[in-house]
């Protein structure tokens, strides 16, 4: 199910930056006391009780001509466009300024749900002061302190009360839902009309023809299956382009949807630093992913060329080293049909249980293999491990203290258990927990 999106939108030098890493939890955006100076939308998620949602800080908007200024202007509006919820920044030591009510004449059309911030409000002094903030239109002002923490939790609870009522999955548990992600021209498209043997999606060699998810029902050898193509992304600096209207965050809706991530790579150029940065949302998404060499058709090969290519992509993606690597021409169709299969068996990787008392003479045995590690003159006791979750699969070991469970010795038992059952294109995620 897809995640609320949160847009942080306000003139520059209010504090946005700041809230945003608030939220997070994490230093992620630049903070600088410089107007302007967030010169890129930047995106994460948040977790609010119980809501999880992505959330995007924005350059500032102003009415001036300071650098940078149409570009800015730019992003945030195409964060509106994105969002769910905007949350409306404001600063308490300024007051209502003319950029403020330029920015709220630019929310006023965008007829979404808007929460008004006032930002900067460091001490209970000072709220007497945001009442000038209800001239705006958009109700309560919410007085906040980024620099101290206070009012988030007000803040909030408010924009939760906005977010939409997402639709549980309409295609059934049984259909077989993939998207295609990569940068722009790597053929995904493409591959999409190869699948369904039909011009469904528009094609073109210009970057970015796909503007948006685009969801194509599909059946084969009586499998349904959910194709869900994505618009490219781009790097960072060319988001707020023209000819790229739409963002990551559209193609990271689309991860949360599907079962199967393709990540697709152009076999003619090779491998680029953004295919790793796209790959790594696969990964960190926790769907079952497959490595989509395409345009294979175009590159100068003999039977050595494959194997070295491969090897070229477990050395740029180990940490995608589960996923299986599909070459294919979506041009030509040549390898097409190597493709679905794959897909069938990472799905069903990523939605396999095992036995637990299986599971623990596995690890029984990895434990007599590899003894487990000592800190500090105290070694790790494992007592009984049993799979929680699926989609990913989902361990947990419990152990005489989760600390002595060092990052290596975790890795060593994921191998045993991939050894043992597979999970073939699936991640596998271990916690330890104390036995009580």
Known sequence: MPKPVVAIVGRPNVGKSTIFNRIVGERISIVEDVPGVTRDRIYSSGEWLTHDFNIIDTGGIDIGDEPFLEQIRAQAEIAIDEADVIIFMTNGREGVTAADEEVAKILYKSKKPVVLAVNKVDNPEMRSQIYDFYALGFGEPFPISGSHGLGLGDLLDEVAKSFPKFEEDIYGEDVIKFSLI????????????????????????????????????????????????????????????????????????????????????????????????????????????????????????????????????????????????????????????????????????????????????????????????THKGNRLKIFYTTQVAIKPPTFVVFVNDPELLHFSYERFLQNRIRDAFGFEGTPIKIYARQRK
Not at 225 to 239: F, L, P, Q, S
Not at 325 to 347: E, G, Q, W, Y
Request: proline residues 3%.
């Open 182 to 373: 990569g940068r722009p021209n790597v053929g995904k498209s493409s591959l999409v009309n190869a699948l369904l043997g039909e011009e469904r999606v528009i094609v073109s060699d210009i970057e970015g023809t796909t503007r948006d998810a685009i969801d194509s029902p599909y059946k084969y050898n009586g499998q349904e299956y959910v194709i869900i193509d994505t618009a490219g992304m781009r790097k960072k600096g060319k988001v707020y382009e023209t000819t790229e209207k739409y963002s990551v965050l559209r193609a990271l809706r689309a991860i949360e949807r599907s079962d199967v991530v393709l990540v697709v790579l152009n076999g003619e150029e090779g491998i680029r630093e953004q295919d790793k940065k796209i790959a790594g949302y696969a990964h960190d998404s926790g769907r079952a992913v497959i490595i989509v060499v395409n345009k294979w058709d175009a590159v100068e090969k003999d039977e050595k060329t494959m194997k070295e290519f491969e090897e070229n992509i477990r050395a740029h993606f180990q940490f995608l080293e589960y996923a299986p690597v599909v070459f294919l021409s979506a041009k030509t169709r040549k390898r097409i049909h190597t493709l679905i299969p794959v897909i069938d068996k990472v799905s069903e990787s990523h939605s396999m249980r095992v036995e637990t008392s299986v599971l623990n003479d596995v690890i029984t045995d990895a434990v007599a293999m590899n003894p487990t590690p």
